[in-house]
């Protein structure tokens, strides 16, 4: 059974400081990974994803996420961050023989503060 | 990316009322899916399908139903809602790549 946690529930930084989210998955094949972001009060936006190839990838927004299979990670980066960056932040895995579905991890809360 | 639309975005109304919450994508998208998300909360997948007549539940049991009649919509319907059913309700479609792509989502208070 696959599964997703992302250790980090609530994390604060600071404007123009680094970030970097954590996600470890388990999934017995190989996974297809994501990060979506989610405002107040509306839907998940797809930040990046990650099928195979080129184990960094990079997103909208300035974000980049780098795959370690062999630390079943997928964390999430962004060099700088701005107040706009504030949000919930859910890495989600799936894969060939999910037939769509997706595992979401439960979340992390990102504050910024000027 | 996908346009997916989701109506009433809030709706209040009070226990024992029939509800239908709608979803459309126009991106031919087969699979379709609903979350229920309570707020700060992670999403729990509650109903999904591979294309029309194609309906399954998700890993949270749930007391609503749904269905698929055409390709570019996927209603969600509570026959007697109760407080218990308060909740975010988001919908979302996926192309061949799994890649799910979400609509802005319901937020349903019951009284």
């Known amino acids: 059974a696959q599964s997703v946690t992302q250790p980090d529930i609530h994390i604060t930084v600071s404007e123009g400081a680094s970030l970097e989210l954590r996600c470890n998955y388990s999934y017995g094949a190989t996974p297809y990974l994501f990060w979506y972001v989610q405002s107040p009060g509306q839907g998940l936006q797809l930040l990046l994803k990650y099928f195979s190839g080129d184990t960094l990838v990079q997103g909208i927004k300035g974000f980049e996420a780098e795959f370690k299979r062999s630390q079943s990670s997928f964390n999430l980066r962004k060099p700088s961050v701005h107040w706009s960056d504030a949000a919930e932040y859910f890495c989600a895995v799936g894969g060939a023989d999910s037939w769509g579905k997706l595992q979401f991890g439960a979340g992390t809360q990102v504050v910024v503060t000027p | 990316e996908a346009d997916i639309y989701q109506t009433p975005r809030y709706l209040v109304i009070g226990t024992g009322k029939k509800i239908t919450l709608e979803c459309s994508q126009t991106?031919?998208?087969?699979?379709m899916y609903w979350y229920q998300q309570d707020p700060g909360m992670e999403l729990h997948l509650i109903h999904y399908?591979?294309?029309?007549?194609?309906?399954e539940k998700g890993d949270l049991s749930s007391e609503s139903t749904v269905s698929r009649i055409r390709t570019e919509h996927f209603p969600l319907t509570l026959e007697s809602a109760r407080p218990s059913h308060t909740s975010q309700y988001l919908c979302a479609s996926s192309e061949y790549t799994d890649t799910q792509y979400f609509g802005p989502g319901t937020r349903l208070t019951v009284l």
């Open positions: 399908s591979y294309g029309v007549n194609s309906t």
């Open positions: 991106m031919g998208h087969d699979k």
